[in-house]
């Protein structure tokens, strides 16, 4: 059984292990936040280290989820072992600056969304393509892999878009909500209409201009809205907060 030590227990951890229920790898936790940790052993059965340093050492593969701030001077403080895998998912620390810190260990960096990993639909971003990791990743949700880090940066992004889609939703919900609709029917009907949406990108093989063109009838009600939308900058505004991302993760 490969023993996979997560350091940092914080939300994405306690998402993950969620996810990884079942996937059968050991896992083992960092001490710090005792009561999370002690929650999250007990809810997923895993092990918690009396130190940093003693997850490192009895782990053959170590998943990074410090805070991004303080998350880089922490791995400078421990020991890793030559061709250690350790996998940080630490918004904003490029593979340069993590395989600095961990010296002879072996660096790869991801991005998920964290919640959807939970469910097992959440897609994981990997690069290098790894194989340790793949299929650590693979069980809580589709693995895309990139060899071009900064391709790998650009998808980065994504992270925040997942978060803010989150905001957007429960926005439109709150609208039809106002009204009238009841809490869960606006929830359920903006979260199925998106899941839908999110399925036919998946499975339909015609380009994304002819599925748009499809479901926009010429003066119909969805070009209305996506005119007000470009009209109002809405759509510009996710470049500007997008390129304002990628400039704070490192693109
Ligand atoms: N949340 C997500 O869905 C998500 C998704 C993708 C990537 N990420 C990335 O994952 C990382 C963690 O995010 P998060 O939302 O899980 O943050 P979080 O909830 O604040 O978790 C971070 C955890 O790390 C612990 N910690 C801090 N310093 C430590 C140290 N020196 N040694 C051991 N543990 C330490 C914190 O303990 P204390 O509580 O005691 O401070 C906390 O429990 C970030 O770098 C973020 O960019 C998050």
Not at 3 to 29: F, K, N
Not at 111 to 138: C, E, K, T
Not at 224 to 230: E, F, H, R
Request: net charge negative; hydrophobic share 50%; glycine share 14%.
């Amino acid at each position: 059984m490969t023993t996979i030590g997560i350091l940092g227990v914080g939300h994405l951890a306690g998402l993950m292990l969620r996810g990884l229920a079942g996937s059968g790898y050991r896992l083992v936790l960092s001490p710090r936040n005792a009561e999370i940790a002690a929650q999250l052993a007990g809810e997923h059965g895993c092990e918690i280290a009396d130190s940093n340093q003693a997850l490192v050492d009895a782990a053959e593969g170590v998943f990074v989820s410090l805070p991004a701030a303080t998350g880089v001077a922490e791995l400078a403080r421990l020991a890793f072992r030559p061709g250690q895998p350790v996998l940080s998912a630490m918004a904003g620390t490029g593979l340069a600056k993590l395989q600095a810190v961990i010296g002879p260990a072996r660096a790869a960096v991801a991005m998920m969304p964290g919640y959807a990993n939970a469910f097992r639909v959440g897609p994981s971003i990997l690069h290098p393509g790894d194989g340790f990791w793949q299929p650590f990743l693979a069980a809580t949700g589709p693995v895309i892999a990139f060899d071009d880090e900064s391709q790998f940066t650009a998808a980065a992004t994504f992270g925040a878009f997942s978060g803010a889609s989150f905001g957007w939703m429960a926005h439109v919900i709150g609208w039809l909500e106002g009204r009238g609709l009841p809490p869960d029917t606006a929830r359920t009907l903006i979260a199925a209409t998106l899941r839908g949406n999110a399925e036919v990108l998946l499975r339909e093989d015609r380009p994304l201009g002819e599925i748009a063109g499809a479901v926009a009838t010429p003066g119909g009600i969805s070009e209305m809205l996506l005119a007000t939308l470009a009209d109002r900058g809405a759509l510009a505004a996710w470049d500007e907060g997008l390129d304002r991302v990628l400039k704070r993760i490192g693109g």
